[in-house]
């Protein structure tokens, strides 16, 4: 049994699911930790979430962390054991960040991976792990079915994200909120100790949560940014900030000259008034996050503009070009074949120390080759990271060995449940982030109502 001491004023919750707001201290017992068994004390203050009742009732799943992951779990909890009590513990407002993610349009899951092994790829952190039955337990198309059942209608669009067809993540946050009002279990106005069988923690990245973790005997990996943009200090480059490219290949060069296959990869990529953005960037610097920030962010990255073009035909289209269109200048467009926008054009022929206004039939050979190799290969010196404020993601966390994915409870301490991105779990950009959030959280709560429903037989 967890034992909660929680100092309270103004206490209302959620019909179906109490939420306390503004957790600001906690303190462990260390004698009763050693056993498996710990006592917090919150001093906590909240904001009107319902109707309020009053009386001292105990708690049977307390959830700290009223994110996408916690949500969810004491959802599921709820929906399987409607008997059981859920509180759930949020400092800020709730599902801030799902309110906030894909630009205020949240990106609920993935449409393009919904097999178990080519899903847990998209993990930088976790894809070994997330192979067996992680997503066969609740995938992508569970999480569109539970909210498709609810009346939320989801689209999935060409890069494979997947969106409300609202456009707004309001209509997930009010879904969510609207499933714990209609669950009538807890509503009541508490102060004094609150005590629970079972605790989820679904701190995401806060630091609050990593010491509560480690307080309970378990080990935090260094927490560093993922999903981030690049900065490059070329001002030619970021005054084309807008300029778009649909598919480009771009491989990372780290100082030490390490390299892993993970280091190159291909997509959009957007350039910006500070460098490179896309989900190109992105994915690299989710892959690199750990050796980027060993090299304090700075790297090259080599860009290439023609994927789907080897060099030598890239040579003898350049060449073709100059033949039909000698009296014509170079900087006034380039060879159709290349799609390429003509400011970025005229500045990659600056690069090469061509100008612009130059006649194609005055163009060597020999400059038209080494076009064609900065068309393949162009560097771009990074020199810091910018942020993706929409999904911003933490590496780093609980080691996935520390709990059991089939439970996700702590192999330390009984009755402490994990979800979310306070495990050493990181996806790339496109919806795997929140698709673990969901699955840990649906795997937690039916852990713990299943364990509930025993209980009650076994008392009966």
């Known amino acids: 049994m967890w034992s909660s001491s929680v100092e309270l004023t103004n206490l209302a919750s959620v019909p179906g699911l109490g939420v306390f707001q503004n957790v600001f201290e906690q303190k462990k017992n260390e004698s009763r930790s050693k056993r498996g068994q710990s006592t917090f004390r919150w001093r906590c203050s909240t904001q009107e979430a319902g109707n309020a009742g009053s009386g001292n009732e105990q708690q049977r799943l307390v959830v700290i962390g009223g ?40 990106n609920v899951t ?30 992508p198309a569970d999480t569109v079915a539970w909210f498709t059942e609810r009346g939320v209608a989801l689209k999935t669009e060409s ?4 969106f409300p067809e609202s456009n707004s993540s309001g209509t997930i946050v009010d879904c969510l909120l609207h499933e714990a009002k209609r669950m009538n279990g807890v509503d009541s106005r508490v102060q004094g100790v609150v005590s629970a069988e079972s605790v989820l923690l679904a701190t995401g990245s806060a630091l609050q949560g990593y010491r509560i973790a480690r307080d309970l005997g378990h080990s935090i990996i260094e927490p560093v940014p993922s999903l981030f943009t690049f900065k490059v200090a070329d001002k030619a480059l970021t005054e084309l900030a807008g300029v778009s490219f649909q ?20 997509g959009p990529m ?28 700075t790297c090259v990255v080599w860009v290439d503009f023609t994927p789907n073009i080897e060099l030598e035909d890239l040579k003898a289209l350049l060449l073709k070009h100059k033949e039909k269109s000698q009296k014509s200048n170079i900087g006034t467009y380039s060879p159709e074949e290349l799609a390429m926008v003509r400011r970025f054009w005229v500045y990659l022929l600056e690069r090469q120390g061509l100008d612009k206004d130059l006649k194609w039939a005055r163009v060597s050979s020999k400059a038209l080759h080494q076009l064609a190799i900065l068309l393949k290969r162009c560097p771009f010196s990074v020199s810091g990271k910018g942020e993706f404020k929409e999904e911003f993601v933490t590496a780093g966390g609980v080691p996935l060995a520390e709990i059991s994915l089939k439970t996700m409870e702590s192999r330390f301490c009984p009755g402490l449940f994990f979800a979310g991105e306070i495990l050493d779990v990181d996806g790339v950009t496109g919806g795997f982030n929140f698709q673990n959030a969901w699955t840990g959280g649906y795997i937690a709560g039916t852990t713990v109502a299943e364990r509930c429903l025993l209980r009650g037989l076994t008392s009966a």
């Open 247 to 266: 598919r480009v290949k771009v491989e990372l060069e780290l100082p030490d000259r390490q390299h892993h296959s993970e280091f190159i990869q291909d």
């Open 159 to 162: 890069d494979g994200r997947m």
């Open 110 to 139: 993935t449409g393009l991976f919904w097999d178990p092994k080519p899903l847990a790829g998209q993990y930088p952190r976790g894809h070994k792990e997330l192979r067996g039955s992680y997503y066969l337990s609740h995938g």
């Open 67 to 106: 994110g996408a992951a916690g949500v969810y779990g004491a959802l599921r909890a709820k929906s399987l054991c409607p008997h059981l009590e859920v509180l759930v513990l949020e400092k800020g407002q709730l599902l801030s960040k799902v309110r906030i993610s894909g630009g205020g349009r949240c």
């Open 270 to 297: 957007l350039i910006t008034h500070w460098g490179l953005s896309g989900p190109v960037v992105l994915r690299l610097s989710a892959w690199a996050a750990r050796h980027l920030f060993a090299s304090k962010y």
